[in-house]
Structures are given as C-alpha cells and as structure tokens.
C-alpha cells in the first residue's frame, strides 16, 4: 500500500499562507484520489480537498472554497495544499489521503497519512 507522509505544517498568522506537501512511497499515486482532511480539537475530522486520479476533477468543502487549492504532481509522487488567507478556524491538524480512483474526489477515502499541524493565530 502507499505510504503517506505530510510536511510544511506550521503556526502563521491570519491572512498568511502555507503549501502543505503529501509525500508517498512504496507505491505510486498515479492511480488514487487524493484528499486533505483536517481535524481540530473537539471536532471530527473533516473533509477539505479532493482530486481525482486524472487531475480533472476537484473538489473542495465550502469552508475553504475560494482560498485553497489542491494539485498533484504523479510524476513526483506528491500532492500539494496550498492554503491562502488563512483564519484562526482553519487550525487543525491536516491529513492526506488516498482513496478509490472509481470515486469522488470527495471520497471515500482509506489510506491515511500521520498529519500535520497547522495553527493560525489570530
């Protein structure tokens, strides 16, 4: 199965950006969806970005419509999260995953990275 390993996690202040990376190994992601999830305190984890296998399709939540934007590069085996105008609510620890190419975007997903954590202070 891949492996998913995430980076560029930090604390910035809102309205800053951050580009989170989704390294994966063992197998190639030419084949999957890729997602971002995130989870804060209290809450459960929650979808944020999807892209399909082909990198036609992308979806995203509504809460961060607009401000970010998934890409992958199967060349480099990695997916990107780029995440602009950020706002306190968007702190959370980040996840990537990778799910079935016959699904949505929007899922279901089942493999899943350690997470990064994103803070955004206020």
């Known amino acids: 199965q891949v492996q998913l390993v995430e980076s560029g996690g930090g604390l910035v202040q809102a309205g800053g950006s951050l580009r989170l990376s989704c390294a994966a190994s063992r197998r190639s992601i030419s084949r999957y969806n890729m997602g971002w999830f995130r989870q804060s305190s209290g809450k459960e984890r929650e979808f944020v970005a999807g892209i399909s296998w082909s990198d036609s399709n992308t979806s995203y939540s509504d809460s961060v419509k607009g401000r970010f934007l998934i890409s992958r590069d199967n060349a480099k085996n990695t997916v990107y999260l780029q995440m602009n105008s950020l706002r306190p609510e968007d702190t959370a620890v980040y996840y990537c995953?990778?799910?079935?190419?016959?699904?949505?975007?929007?899922?279901?997903?089942?493999?899943w990275g350690q997470g990064t954590q994103v803070t955004v202070s206020s």
């Open positions: 995953s990778a799910g079935d190419d016959r699904s949505s975007p929007r899922g279901p997903y089942y493999l």
